[in-house]
């Protein structure tokens, strides 16, 4: 059952579902887009080069939630002081991750699986973690139900790889349905003093 569903049934599940909640939520995704537009400007959409299953690279949507500003030298600030009031909404109800939809419908990504992280990423990893792109990344994942940024990295990178030896139709229905609840009860959001999460630096590097 686990085999059939992880080499053709999650798919399947990933387009139904991806399908139904694109249609649905495409007015909220338009107006927090008009937002984006009036409040931070063009590009609407942000766009970034993650890698995915087999850790090759793909194109990442989300709706832009920082400035651009920099310092003197050109370089960009903290993304703390780059995040807007508006980002913080969008973030805080997981509104800027809607266009992510688009890259499950591509095949980029599922909707459930370890979230694409980036790409300088993929030589800081040991073997042990590296095994996380066995699977397509997600919107959600089991590190996400279970403490989200506020986890240090060597627990979220352990359950990213609990989570590819597990993968399975119930399991993937169960983080479905938490993560709305911890949407809800906005848990885990960001780690403290940072926007998202401090950079990973390797497995034998600060990892908060």
């Given amino acids: 059952m686990s085999t059939l569903y992880r080499s053709f049934g999650k798919r399947v599940l990933d387009l139904v579902l991806a399908t139904l909640a694109f249609v649905l939520t495409l007015p909220v995704m338009l107006l927090a887009a ?12 942000f766009r970034h080069r993650r890698p995915g299953r087999s850790g ?13 500003e920099r310092d003197e030298r050109g370089e960009l600030l903290a993304d703390e002081i780059r995040l807007t009031g508006l980002g913080r909404l969008l973030r805080r109800w997981s509104l800027d ?36 792109h ?19 990295w060597p ?24 993560t709305v609840w911890r949407i809800v009860t906005g ?3 960001s780690a403290a003093g940072h926007a998202t999460m401090p950079k990973f ?4 590097g600060d990892h908060r």
Avoid: C, H
Wanted: no cysteine; proline share 5%; net charge neutral.
């Fill in 34 to 45: 008009l937002l984006v537009r009036v409040k931070l400007g063009a590009p609407v959409l």
């Fill in 56 to 68: 090759e690279l793909f194109t990442l949507l989300k709706l832009r939630t920082m400035t651009d």
């Fill in 97 to 132: 991750e809607l266009p992510e939809l688009l890259n499950v419908l591509r095949g980029d990504m599922s909707l459930v699986g370890p979230r694409p992280l980036l790409a300088e990423y993929l030589e800081r990893y040991d073997s042990e973690q590296a095994r996380r």
């Fill in 134 to 152: 066995e699977v397509r990344p997600g919107i959600t994942g089991w590190a996400q139900i279970n403490g989200r940024n506020e986890l240090s």
């Fill in 155 to 178: 627990q979220r990178l352990e359950m990213d790889v609990w989570y590819v030896d597990r993968v399975g139709l119930w399991l993937d229905l169960r983080i479905l349905i938490l």
């Fill in 187 to 189: 848990v885990g959001i």
């Fill in 201 to 204: 630096r390797g497995a034998s």
